[in-house]
């Protein structure tokens, strides 16, 4: 089995600043893909930012990255030079037995 | 032109009616899905279906009866509704074996049972 575990239910940080987002898992699958998706307030879910777990290499869109710690379990999403538009529910998601698993969300709110 | 569309955005029905939710998805994948986001935004996997097949249903109550005509379509039908099945419900899929398991979500049905 799958579990997803996101410890911040709320987070709120000053326009331009820089915040972490964290995400554990655990999975007994040896080749997984862990993921982020945004869903702004218009419900939509889109995908932040994807990490292939055998590739060591963090990923990194734009002013988004993440911190893959395998041996820890930790895959946590850093977003830089923070914006308006990044005001959303923040979900961190792992794929393994044919699905989608998802943490419980962090509302990450952007203060102007 | 929308990768993963559904139908209707919004459903207010009353206890007990049925009701269908409708998806289909123009990027040839051949995995679908249907989640639940309940009221504090949980989401969790309800069914999936890969080639037509059913391949996950998570103990889901028998009021629920997903079918896919084909690949390229996966709907949700809903018995005898209950005040609890008020969420939102969200289509998606992804094409698994080509190891790029991103899902591609529709916009949500809310739904809301009075």
């Known amino acids: 089995a799958q579990t997803v575990t996101q410890s911040q239910p709320e987070m709120s940080v000053q326009e331009a600043e820089t915040v972490t987002l964290s995400c554990t898992y655990d999975t007994s699958e040896s080749n997984y893909y862990l993921f982020w998706y945004k869903q702004p307030p218009s419900r939509q879910m889109i995908l932040v930012i994807r990490q292939e777990a055998y590739k060591q290499q963090n990923a990194t869109e734009n002013r988004f990255s993440v911190n893959f710690q395998k041996a820890a379990k930790s895959f946590s999403l850093k977003i830089s030079d923070s914006q308006l538009g990044d005001t959303a529910m923040y979900f961190c998601a792992s794929f393994g037995n044919e699905k989608l698993t998802f943490g419980t969300g962090t509302r990450l709110t952007i203060i102007p | ?114």
């Open chain 2, 1 to 114: 032109d929308t990768a993963v569309s559904q139908t209707p955005k919004y459903l207010v029905t009353q206890m007990g009616n049925d009701k269908s939710i409708k998806c289909e998805q123009n990027l040839g994948h051949d995995t679908m899905y249907w989640y639940k986001q309940d009221s504090k935004k949980f989401l969790k996997i309800m069914f999936s279906y890969n080639n037509k097949e059913l391949i996950i249903n998570e103990t889901v109550p028998n009021r629920f009866s997903p079918k896919s005509p084909d690949k390229a379509h996966l709907n949700l039908h809903i018995n005898s509704l209950e005040l609890g099945d008020s969420a939102v419900y969200f289509c998606a899929s992804s094409q698994v074996d080509r190891g790029n398991t991103e899902a591609f979500f529709g916009q949500g049905t809310r739904l809301t049972v009075v």
